[in-house]
């Protein structure tokens, strides 16, 4: 099985901005989507943003216009640019990776936004 590893969360001030990054044991190519999803305690796992194989990229309207993510093949790799970062952003993110009836997830890397 595939294994991701999210990284580069953390505490940031409110306006400040992070850079997930999100490294699979495999080529990525092969998964017809990846993305990113957070979930905040007492809270259900949201959809952030994802990414197909042909880079059609979605995002949740909350962080539409703040979040960009991306896809390097080359280095197996998804990330998670967060500009503007708002204290409701905070909560783990994890990253998911699919194909067909395949999904597989990391463990997670917390995102506090907090002064």
């Known amino acids: 099985q595939v294994q991701l590893v999210e990284s580069g969360g953390g505490l940031v001030q409110p306006g400040g901005s992070l850079r997930l990054s999100c490294a699979a044991s495999g080529s990525i190519f092969r998964f017809s989507e990846m993305g990113w999803y957070r979930q905040a305690p007492g809270k259900q796992r949201e959809l952030v943003a994802t990414?197909?194989?042909?880079?059609?990229?979605n995002y949740a309207g909350s962080v539409k216009g703040r979040f960009t993510i991306s896809r390097d093949n080359a280095k197996n790799t998804v990330y998670l640019q967060m500009n503007s970062l708002k204290p409701e952003d905070t909560a783990a993110y994890f990253c998911?990776?699919?194909?067909?009836?395949?999904?597989?997830w990391g463990q997670g890397t917390q995102v506090t936004v907090s002064s």
């Open positions: 998911s990776a699919a194909y067909s009836l395949y999904r597989t």
């Open positions: 990414i197909t194989s042909g880079g059609s990229t």
